[in-house]
């Protein structure tokens, strides 16, 4: 039997086997509850602490403005919230391409505040008309929020944060990009970039399903979207996930490292695959494919 190859890394990777040892070394060592203050308490919540320096230093940006959660669907659904309720958005722009968690968040949420959405449709490559995103902006009156991702999970299409971020910095729009699927293959320095809101997601970059964050440039305007203890600064209740959010900071450290490697490996194969194409039997159909990393 041939060996069998996986091909849906844009769902979720594999954990790397240093993050196996992660969780292995941790869930057999630190135990303690992060919000207690005895040994076991403190040793948890430094733990906690530190990984989200990690984060941060990935960011470019403030441990401050850095919060744990469950996933990338929790994250987009908190940052959708808090811009309609806390910063009183009227009018959000997003894409009809957008993940499922994104666009059925801003459906409901806009549902319930009378909030204006318009969809940028995208060109066939998966970008928005620059253009267009301006022409629109200019016609708001009030509170705008920006919401578009990275990488597109199916497409892969990237959209330029920079180009972006400016934009809705002149035209003082909020932008949140969820970036979930790009966290890991590309520098992100979020202060350079002005974003306001970023969301990420372990299980993308060789990490553990159930362990995500957002990135909140104010967290001070911020309302939680779960109630209950102290966790996270006030804005996220629940016991702290520790065994998930440290593999999440071993695999982001791992992935940082090899970036450039992988990438390279990436383009190569990407390469390989496109004159695969061309030399199969499949050469007459290849304008209706597109292929992107």
């Known amino acids: 039997m041939s060996q069998r190859i996986y091909f849906d890394n844009a769902a979720t990777t594999p954990l790397l086997p240093e993050v196996i040892q992660t969780i292995h070394e941790i869930a057999g060592t630190i135990y303690g509850n992060p919000s207690s203050i005895?040994?076991?308490g403190v040793t948890a919540?430094?733990?906690?602490?530190?990984?989200?320096?990690?984060?941060?230093?990935?960011?470019?940006?403030?441990?401050?403005?850095?919060?744990?959660?469950?996933?990338?669907?929790?994250?987009?659904?908190?940052?959708?919230?808090?811009?309609?309720k806390d910063h009183h958005v009227k009018t959000i722009i997003s894409s009809p391409i957008e993940h499922s968690c994104v666009l059925n968040a801003i459906n409901q949420y806009a549902t319930e505040n009378n909030v204006q959405v318009i969809y940028l449709e995208?060109?066939?490559h998966g970008l928005i008309d620059i253009q267009?995103?301006?022409?629109?902006?200019d016609q708001c009156q009030h509170p705008v929020l920006v919401s578009l991702m990275h990488t597109n999970n199916e497409l892969g299409s990237t959209i330029s944060l920079e180009e972006i971020s400016t934009i809705c910095k002149l035209k003082n729009a909020l932008f949140h990009s969820d970036t979930v699927q790009s966290i890991g293959l590309y520098d992100l320095d979020v202060e350079t970039l002005q974003i306001d809101f970023i969301s990420?997601?372990?299980?993308?970059?060789?990490?553990?399903?159930?362990?995500g964050f957002v990135y909140i440039k104010n967290p001070v305007a911020t309302k939680p979207l779960l109630y209950g203890g102290s966790q996270e600064r006030n804005l996220r209740a629940g016991t702290e996930n520790i065994i998930g959010i440290a593999a999440l900071a071993k695999?982001?450290?791992?992935?940082?490292?090899?970036?450039?490697q992988r990438f390279n490996r990436l383009s190569q194969l990407n390469q390989y695959f496109r004159t695969s194409l061309i030399n199969s039997n499949f050469k007459n159909d290849l304008q209706y494919?597109?292929?992107s990393i």
């Not at 602490?49 to 659904?77: D, K, M, W």
């Not at 267009?132 to 902006?137: A, D, V």
């Open 38 to 40: 005895h040994r076991e």
């Open 45 to 84: 919540k430094n733990l906690i602490e530190e990984s989200r320096r990690i984060l941060s230093n990935y960011l470019h940006t403030s441990p401050a403005q850095v919060f744990f959660t469950s996933c990338g669907t929790e994250s987009n659904n908190m940052i959708i919230k808090s811009a309609i």
């Open 122 to 124: 995208p060109n066939g």
């Open 132 to 137: 267009k995103l301006e022409h629109q902006l």
């Open 200 to 211: 990420g997601s372990a299980h993308k970059f060789f990490g553990p399903k159930g362990i």
């Open 251 to 260: 695999a982001l450290e791992l992935s940082t490292i090899h970036r450039e």
């Open 289 to 291: 494919a597109r292929i």
